[in-house]
């Protein structure tokens, strides 16, 4: 796994300085200062929210507590977050 790259100057982003970004629609690069954006069409951007359903399933099925389901929950919540800079492509500005 690899952090995006800028669209313009080619340099590897760092991990911090992606998830720093992720949550603005346009990222700026701290190497060359042009804006890039998230590029949306990844296929596998949310692919490990499916596992949640699937793990709450299995563990209704365990009769596994409440509490352990929701921990469960919250754990996976955050391999989503914290991998999610992993998963991010950029593209460069559209033009008009």
């Not at 346009?26 to 890039?36: T, V």
């Not at 596992?51 to 389901?69: C, F, H, M, R």
């Amino acid at each position: 796994m690899q952090t995006p790259s800028c669209k313009y100057c080619e340099a590897q982003w760092s991990y911090g300085e992606t998830f720093k970004n992720i949550f603005k629609p346009r990222m700026i690069c701290s190497h060359c200062g042009e804006e890039n954006y998230y590029q949306s069409n990844s296929k596998n951007s949310w692919i490990t929210l499916f596992g949640i359903p699937i793990v709450l399933i299995v563990a209704l099925l365990l009769d596994l507590s409440t509490s352990l389901i929701i921990f469960i929950s919250i754990i996976l919540v955050i391999v989503h977050i914290a991998l999610f800079p992993y998963r991010t492509q950029l593209k460069k500005k559209e033009k008009k």
